[in-house]
Every structure is written in structure tokens, then in C-alpha cells.
């Protein structure tokens, strides 16, 4: 599987952004797409994920009630919508998929190149 991210830019905190993931192929169902961020000197970070079949979602504590994962099956993408964007969140994101849940960037076995996301304070 192939992964395409794109979406990333500069905000301003409080604003809002959506991040794109397309895959080249469909996931199956039982795999699960996540969403990983790594800042500066830091280590890769879990962010959010989605089962691609039913749908169940799982988020960091840092983001969650601001960041929305969904997937739209007809197009193969799987989107993180940000919106209360801090400034800590600034990070390269990256999309990955992997064959079960998991929040360790390890257990992860496709990804996506990563698309910057700036929050300026």
C-alpha cells in the first residue's frame, strides 16, 4: 500500500486544517490508518487512528475533543481534520497503516511521506 499525505501548512492557533491520506490500494478491512506527528528533536508520536472496516476511532489525549479522524471508503482516504490548533502542535504528520490498533509508530507497516503543519502562536 502506497500512502499519500497532503493538507499541511501554515495556521495561526485557533485555526483549523485537514489533513488528506490516500491510499493506492483499499485498505482491508481489519487494517487500521493512523495518523503519527513528529516535532523537531522528538520522537515519532501516536496522534489518532481509524479502523478502516468499522470505523472505530482512537486519539492521544493531547488532541482529542480538536482532532477528528475519518476515512471515506469510495475514495481510499482517510482524513485528520485539526481544528484548535496550538502551537505545540506544530510537527510533520505522517499516515501509516497497519494491520491491527496499535499507538507505537512500530507496529505500523506502510507510510506516507509527511506533510508540515505550522501552528504560529
Known amino acids: 500500500v502506497q500512502l499519500q499525505a497532503s493538507g499541511g501548512g501554515l495556521v495561526q492557533a485557533g485555526g483549523s486544517l485537514r489533513l488528506s491520506c490516500a491510499a493506492s490500494e483499499r485498505p482491508y478491512s481489519s487494517y487500521v490508518m493512523g495518523w503519527f506527528r513528529q516535532a523537531p528533536g522528538k520522537e515519532r508520536e501516536f496522534v489518532a487512528a481509524?479502523?478502516?472496516?468499522?470505523?472505530?476511532?482512537y486519539y492521544a489525549d493531547s488532541v482529542k475533543g480538536r482532532f477528528t479522524v475519518s476515512r471515506d471508503k469510495s475514495k481510499n482516504t482517510a482524513y485528520l481534520q485539526m481544528n484548535s490548533l496550538k502551537p505545540e502542535d506544530t510537527a510533520d504528520y505522517y499516515c501509516?497503516?497497519?494491520?491491527?490498533?496499535?499507538?507505537?509508530?512500530?507496529?505500523?507497516?506502510?507510510w506516507g511521506q509527511g506533510t508540515q503543519v505550522t501552528v504560529s502562536s
Open positions: 501509516a497503516v497497519g494491520y491491527r490498533y496499535g499507538s507505537s509508530w512500530n507496529e505500523y507497516e506502510y
Open positions: 481509524i479502523r478502516w472496516g468499522g470505523g472505530s476511532t
